[in-house]
C-alpha cells in the first residue's frame, strides 16, 4: 500500500482490511495443519516411550552442536578479567605512582598508571581507578575525589 493508512481513503482502508483477513485465514489454516502434525509427533513420542506433550522446551538462541560431534572451544590464554601472570596488579601501580605524597584525583592517577604501561580493556578506566582506592587500606580518601597514599 502506497499511502499510509492515516492518509488512505475508504476504499483503500476497506481493500487493506480484506488484503488481512485473507492473510489472517491463511495463517490460521497453516497452523491448524501444524497443530495436527505436531499431535501426530506426540503421538508417535508417546509409543515409543518418550516424554509426554509439552515437556520439551522450545530451543532458543542459537543451537548446540551436532550429536556426534565436539563443540569448538575458543583457545584462550586466560580467564577473562584477570590479569596475565607476572602481570602488576593495579594497586600495587597505584602505590607507585601515588609515593610522591601528594593527593591526587582519580583521573590524574588513571593518567600516571597507564603511563607506566599498564594494560587495562575497561571502557572507564576511572571507575577501575576508584574501586581499586576506595578498597584498598594503603590509599585513604583526603578530600572530594582526592586519594592520597597512607604513610
Known amino acids: 500500500m502506497a499511502k499510509t493508512l492515516r492518509r488512505a481513503t475508504l476504499g483503500e482502508l476497506e481493500a487493506e482490511i480484506r488484503r488481512r483477513q485473507t492473510n489472517l485465514d491463511k495463517l ?32 532458543r538462541g542459537k543451537p548446540g552442536p551436532k550429536p556426534g560431534r565436539k563443540r569448538k572451544t575458543k583457545k584462550t590464554k586466560r580467564q577473562p578479567g584477570r590479569r596475565a601472570r607476572g602481570g602488576v596488579a ?19 592517577a588513571a593518567d600516571r598508571v597507564l603511563k607506566t604501561g599498564y594494560k587495562t580493556r575497561a571502557k572507564n578506566f ?20 582526592q586519594y592520597a597514599l597512607v604513610q
Not at 593495579?90 to 583521573?107: C, F, H, I
Not at 576511572?126 to 580518601?141: E, G, K, T, W
Open 126 to 145: 576511572n571507575n577501575v581507578i576508584y574501586q581499586a582506592l576506595h578498597s584498598d587500606p594503603r590509599f585513604q580518601r583526603v578530600g572530594r575525589g
Open 28 to 59: 490460521s489454516k497453516q497452523r491448524a495443519d501444524l497443530a495436527a502434525k505436531l499431535a501426530e509427533i506426540d503421538r508417535q513420542i508417546q509409543q515409543a516411550g518418550g516424554a509426554a506433550e509439552g515437556a520439551a522446551a522450545p530451543v
Open 90 to 108: 593495579l594497586t600495587d601501580v597505584l602505590a607507585e605512582v601515588m609515593s610522591s605524597g601528594e593527593p591526587m584525583s582519580t583521573a590524574e
